[in-house]
Nanobody, 125 residues
Framework: HVQLVESGGGLVQVGDSLRLSCAASGDTRCISKMGWYRQVPGKVLEVVAK???????KSTESVKGRFTISRDSVKGTLFLQMNSLTSEDTAVYYC???????????????????WGKGTLVTVSA
């Protein structure tokens, strides 16, 4: 089992920066990919950025050039550096960890995905 705890959200102004963290604990060896998602109340969950085990990153078009996803390889903490924030970035941000599928042959790992409880980012004009 894996536990994810996000932190770093808060109230900032347009143009400010924030750094979100996602601390992973438990059986972290089962984690393959990690990513950040966000959701505005009443709207669908949106992928923000993803990081694969080979360090490839993907991000949604609206945050390219402003947001950077990274991971501390020792502690396993996932980060999202967010610069030049706009009011459209206001949302609850969630961390997700994708587990290795059974086909990957990692003992004890069964492809389970885990989510944190989220951290609220509010960008005011």
């Amino acid at each position: 089992h894996v536990q994810l705890v996000e932190s770093g959200g808060g109230l900032v102004q347009v143009g400010d920066s924030l750094r979100l963290s996602c601390a992973a604990s438990g059986d972290t060896r089962c984690i393959s990919k990690m990513g950040w998602y966000r959701q505005v109340p009443g709207k669908v969950l949106e992928v923000v950025a993803k990081l694969s085990t080979d360090s490839n990153t993907k991000s949604t078009e609206s945050v390219k050039g402003r947001f950077t996803i990274s991971r501390d390889s020792v502690k396993g903490t996932l980060f999202l550096q967010m610069n030049s924030l706009t009011s459209e970035d206001t949302a609850v941000y969630y961390c997700k960890a994708e587990g290795f599928p059974e086909s990957a042959g990692v003992e004890g790992c069964h492809g389970v995905d885990y989510w944190g409880k989220g951290t609220l980012v509010t960008v005011s004009a």
